[in-house]
């Protein structure tokens, strides 16, 4: 029988993990080489179950993890980005872009929701389901 495992038992771990990965600005387009590096990094960091990599290209970096651990299942594709849109016009933000700020329960930062939250919350669910049954229940590409 596999564990039960509460997410509420790691609000504030996520919640930190969330506001760590929104607070690098990593705007593609304006971003210097070693912030969009370091976006990637972060999401390396948390792919560890699935052996997670950074592979240069000719532009930013790509991501990549897999868990492929029963090749009798199927194998599903988890597809995100780490980067984020501008924020102009940045006086309509009523907090600083690049700072996470809670606000009625909510996290307001660029990308909070898309698409560094979604991707987030992915990778967290897949690690929430490999910490509790020490395996997937299918095969998972991640990029």
């Known amino acids: 029988m596999a564990a039960m495992l509460s997410i ?3 609000d504030q771990r996520y919640i930190d993990e969330l506001a760590g990965y929104v607070a690098i600005p990593s705007v593609s387009r304006d971003a210097s080489s070693e912030v969009m590096a370091q976006a990637a990094r972060w999401l390396v960091d948390q792919l560890a179950f699935a052996d997670g990599r950074v592979e ?3 532009g930013h970096p790509v991501v990549r993890g897999a868990w ?4 009798t299942k199927p194998t599903i594709l988890v597809y995100g980005h780490y980067d984020v849109q501008p ?3 940045i006086d309509e ?9 809670e606000r009625n329960g909510n996290i307001y930062a660029r990308g909070a929701a898309d ?3 979604q991707v ?8 929430s389901l490999m910490a509790a049954n020490k395996a997937l229940p ?6």
């Open 8 to 10: 509420n038992d790691d």
């Open 68 to 71: 492929l651990g029963d090749p």
């Open 87 to 89: 924020t102009d016009p």
């Open 93 to 101: 933000w009523l907090s600083p872009p690049f700072e996470p700020a």
């Open 120 to 127: 987030w919350a992915q990778v967290k669910a897949l690690e």
């Open 56 to 58: 240069a290209t000719q």
């Open 138 to 143: 299918l095969n998972v590409r991640v990029l």
């Open 115 to 117: 698409d560094k939250g």
